[in-house]
């Protein structure tokens, strides 16, 4: 048994060496640097240190003056109403895109997609007119939802 712990032991000691190469840099005429494992005619041996394991100790942080930090009530009310203000501004441009959104939705449901078959008779394209209707309806959705996540963030503040 201690014969095969031995042999093992050689094996990955033999593995270790092999893992381990050189390297060499050439860097020729033109200013091109080249690494290799091998060595090549002009290059010179790197001797690298090897990367450390352990992480560097952590700087000590430094917390004065953060436990108390407190901004004045005047700044924090004119901060508040600039956020309002922001806030509505965009639920304002959000409702008037809702509109359009809801205008071209009508629109496009009045106007479904023609095409001519073989005689050149105009007929509707369903597939097309599905996909147009489907698309104009995410878009209402997604206008519905922001005016919705607007008015929540309004609602939370003070």
């Known amino acids: 048994m ?3 712990h031995l042999f093992v032991l050689c094996c ?3 593995f270790a060496i092999g893992a381990h190469a050189d390297i060499y840099k050439r860097v020729d005429e033109d200013g091109h640097v080249t690494y290799s494992s091998v060595p090549i005619k002009g290059a010179k041996k790197l001797h690298l240190e090897p990367l450390p394991t352990m992480a560097p100790p952590a700087k000590p942080r430094n917390n004065e003056g953060s436990s108390d930090f407190r901004v004045n009530s005047e700044t924090q009310n004119r901060r508040d109403s600039t956020r309002r203000k922001i806030l509505e ?3 304002a441009t959000e409702e008037k895109a809702l509109e359009d959104a809801r205008a071209k ?5 009045s106007f479904p997609e023609m095409f001519k078959d073989a005689n050149g008779q105009p007929n509707p394209d369903v597939a097309k007119f599905q996909e147009k209707a489907n698309n104009l ?9 922001n005016i919705e996540a607007l008015k929540t963030e309004l609602s939370h503040l003070k």
């Open 89 to 91: 501004d965009e639920l």
């Open 12 to 14: 990955s000691a033999t």
């Open 137 to 145: 309806q995410e878009d209402v959705s997604s206008h519905e939802k």
């Open 105 to 109: 939705q009508k629109e496009g449901q």
């Open 2 to 4: 201690k014969l095969r």
